[in-house]
Structures are given as structure tokens and as C-alpha cells.
């Protein structure tokens, strides 16, 4: 090959090679979309605005929050698993988009383990059993032997029997051997208002809703169902202080589409990573609900999200949940 046509080719694989190939300095060029499958003004939603506007800032490039909520995180993750793989497109998502969904769907129009790679942890979602503050319940230990004692006439209410909080009062009834009565809602603020008036005995139900309640008085914390007490409600116990191993929590992570460049995505893991040891940062997601968290590099997510499913495919089992 002369000089002549060593150039002309050395111009056209520059010009067709992908900025983000040529080095991670290139990229963002444009605007990127985070995708949710979540309504605005959600958790999720909230959670991912807080860290959007910062980390545009640290891109040089705007965070677009894009929401497809609907169909039980189905029709976000399935629009992100279809989007293009060109490290302008994330999906901010939750657990049941990336692993419960394949144990609740017989067939889904994603693949939670195929069509994403992992990006980042960015924080864990603690949910809570909680009672009126009027109550005569005051811990985990009382509700199982005033519900034992009732025999199935103490109700616990939930958001769904194949929601996640429905899931976990299955579970702690199945492990307590508590036999409560297990009373389903359409959402979680119609449980509340539901219990607030009396029409229930207690609720299993995610912090970020309830905590409002709780500082108000309105509520009792008897226990999270985090491995360990929460940060800002250290005097609640944990479930696992009266179930050992016990620990189910909703967490949030940033994936991206199957095929997208990993210079980008170590870009975009190290920048998430730095905002999540940000003290104001972890400040303002904690007074959402969450707890932020990192949990170091995509491939530690990676082993994290298997581990997950090795765990909820056990649960879904104990429980007798069939997918449908």
C-alpha cells in the first residue's frame, strides 16, 4: 500500500469508527437518555433526578429522564432493551425489572439477563412493617402472637399478592408461620389510607412511602426488612434480628443496552460511583427513602444480579408464586 491510499484509508476508519472508540475523552457528544419505568414524581423517578442534574454536570452533557412507565416495569425495560447500544441511551432500573419480572412473567418481551449489561448500583430500597400509632402492636414478636392468637383474622395489607411488598408479607407470613390475613390493594396509598382508618391491622409496604407517616406520628415502625438497620431509623430493627438471614430489599441500578461500549460504561460507572460518596448527594436520595450505595465496578453488579436471581427464583418457590 503507497502513502497515497494509506491515508485515504487511515481517513475513513476515522471518519466510520465510533467517537467513543477513538477514546472515552469524546464522549458525550450529546444529550443521554435515562429511561425509567416509572411515572414522574415516582421514587425511582425522584432518585434519578437528583443524581441526573449532577451528573450531566460531570458529562458536560445533559441527563434526559425519559418514563415509560405501565405494565409492571415491562414497557420501560423492554423500550431500553430495544434501544440503540450507542452509549447515549441507560435504563434506570428497578429490581423487578431486572430480576423479580422473570420469576412473576411466563414469557416477557425483554430478557433481564441478555439484553442488559451492568453499569452501576445506585441504592437499596428498604421496605417496612408498620402499624397505626394507636396501636396495641408494638414489635415484629407482638404482631405474630396477636396474629397467631386471632387465627387469620389479624389483616395485613399490601399492594399486591405479585407486587414486591406483596411478596414479602407472603414471605414473613410463610416464615413466622403467623397465618395474618393477607389484604391486597391497587396501590400503596390506598393501603395506607386504608389502615390510617382502621380497616386494617398493619401494612408491609416500601419506606420511601410510608416514612412521611411515620415522622408525623401516624405510624409505627416495627421492623425494615433490610439485612441491618437504616440509617435515620437505627432505633427500628431489622426483620432479621427475629428472622435470621432474613432480607429483602427493592433496589435501584443503571444498566445499558447489550452491545454498548465499556469505555462508556466505566466512564459513566466511575462518575456515578463518585456521586454516590457525595455526603449531599446521599442526603437528599436518604430523604427520598432509598439508602445510596455503590457497589463498585459493572462487574461486581454483574455478580450481584446473579446472586439476586439465584435468590428470588428460591423465594418465588418457598411461596408457592408461579409465573402466569
Known sequence: MNRRD????????AISTPLWAQGTNAWPERPIKMILSQPPGSG?????????????????????????????????????????????SFYFATTAALVTNKYLFK???????????????????????LVRSDSPITSIQDLVARS???????????????????????????????????????????????????????IVADLASTAQFARQGRLR??????????????????????LPNFEMSGWFAVVAP?????????RLNQELNTLLGDTD????????????????????LDSYLKREHERWSEVTKEIGLLPE
Open 6 to 13: 494509506f491515508v485515504q484509508t487511515a481517513l475513513v476508519t
Open 44 to 88: 425511582p423517578d425522584n432518585v434519578a433526578r437528583q443524581l441526573s442534574e449532577r451528573l450531566g454536570k460531570a458529562l458536560g452533557q445533559a441527563v434526559v429522564i425519559d418514563n415509560k412507565p405501565g405494565g409492571q416495569n415491562v414497557i420501560g425495560a423492554q423500550f431500553a432493551a430495544h434501544a440503540q447500544a450507542d452509549g447515549y
Open 107 to 129: 414469557t416477557l418481551p425483554y430478557d433481564p439477563q441478555k439484553d442488559f449489561i451492568p453499569v452501576a448500583f445506585v441504592a437499596r430500597s428498604p421496605f417496612a412493617v
Open 148 to 202: 397467631r392468637a386471632a387465627s387469620g383474622k389479624l389483616s395485613l395489607a399490601n399492594e399486591g399478592p405479585r407486587t414486591f411488598g406483596g411478596i414479602i408479607a407472603r414471605l414473613i407470613n410463610a416464615r413466622t408461620k403467623m397465618e395474618a390475613n393477607l389484604v391486597s390493594y391497587s396501590s400503596v396509598s390506598v393501603a395506607i389510607t386504608d389502615l390510617l382508618g382502621g380497616h386494617t391491622d398493619a
Open 221 to 242: 415502625l416495627l421492623a425494615v426488612t433490610t439485612a441491618k438497620r437504616v440509617g435515620g431509623w437505627e432505633q427500628v430493627p431489622a426483620l432479621a434480628e427475629t
Open 258 to 266: 447489550a452491545g454498548t461500549p465499556a469505555p462508556v460504561v466505566a
Open 281 to 300: 448527594v446521599v442526603q437528599k436520595i436518604l430523604a427520598i427513602g432509598p439508602i445510596a450505595e455503590s457497589l463498585g465496578s459493572p462487574a461486581q
